[in-house]
């Protein structure tokens, strides 16, 4: 059974940091397109970033240079640090992977059940 399990989510001033983790199993990881995603109320959820098999990354425009996303392999766990927050970056997180459960052929894409982000005055 895959499952991902988010943390370190909660709130923060205006200009702080947070960083979230997202820890896996049950998927061949290293293989894994692991991604962030989050949701605002109202709003659909969007991309944050992503990390690749190869560690290429990518970012929402809104948050380049501001968020860092990283893996780490040995712990089949990926990062998003995120600095500089702004009240709109206020969203539950979720964690995305698109990767092999152990024994499989195929790739199937799975979620975290999400955490959330305040970022207040």
């Known amino acids: 059974q895959v499952q991902l399990v988010e943390s370190g989510g909660g709130l923060v001033q205006p200009g702080g940091s947070l960083t979230l983790s997202c820890a896996a199993s049950g998927l061949i990881f290293s293989s894994s397109e692991m991604s962030w995603y989050r949701q605002a109320p109202g709003k659909e959820r969007e991309s944050v970033a992503g990390?690749?098999?190869?560690?290429?990354?990518n970012y929402a425009d809104s948050v380049k240079g501001r968020f860092t996303i990283s893996r780490d392999n040995a712990k089949n766990t990926i990062f998003l640090q995120m600095n500089s927050l702004k009240p709109e970056d206020t969203a539950v997180y979720y964690c995305?992977?698109?990767?092999?459960?152990?024994?499989?052929?195929?790739?199937?894409?799975?979620w975290g059940q999400g955490t959330q982000v305040t970022v207040f005055s």
């Open positions: 990390i690749g098999s190869a560690n290429s990354t």
């Open positions: 995305k992977a698109v990767g092999r459960p152990s024994g499989s052929v195929r790739d199937f894409q799975y």
